[in-house]
């Protein structure tokens, strides 16, 4: 039997089980590739932490999967991409690193009321990177923020309180926000109660066929 030889070998970074998803839809779009996935499980949740805790965790494990052959990492996470792509890059300069940032221009272009809601970590909502893209793309809008801080946690340790998201999600609703976007790779696992909560009355954005097709351009 003929072994088959893969070409490339694409690095997929998740601070835990978020970027599984992303890695699970370029594995699908992309077969002939090998996918490395790392994450980091002795310390996430990344958002809570600071830029400079989450660089000193995040540049080994780059090293080690450049090391194993990756010439292009995904960056699956918002958190880091949103804190920290900017050292990486200077430190990793030989490697495309495609980060994921929370889909603010898909949903102000998209928005009947004027009301979009980010669900996204502490750390990427207080990023200078996502303040540039609301002033870019959201200027002019209301941006709702509802406090997700715990839904990382609970979804890393398999712990899922729908009354909290339901309780969240109702309370944009209530606002009148007619687009939610999944601003963290974590929530992707909890996207289809968010839809159901939202139906017929916001649309969710969740990034995965955006990234897919980044990468499919990038490589
Ligand atoms: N999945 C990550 C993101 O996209 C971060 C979750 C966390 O570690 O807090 O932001």
Redesign the pocket.
Known sequence: MQRHEFSMKIGVF???V??LSVALAIERALPEYEIVYREDREH?????RTSEEILGFVVPIFADMIELGCSTIVV??????TTIIGPLRKQFPDTVLIA?EPMIKPAAIRTRTGVIAVC??P??LTSQRYAELKRQFASGLTVLEPDCSDW??MI?NGEVNVRIIADRINRILDAHADMIVL????YHWIQEEIRVLAEGRATVLQPEHAIVRQVKKLL
């Open positions: 998740d601070s835990g978020g970027g996430v949740p990344y958002g809570t699956a996470c918002n958190t880091v991409s994921m996204a970590t750390a990427t990382a946690g890393e601003g963290c790779t974590h």
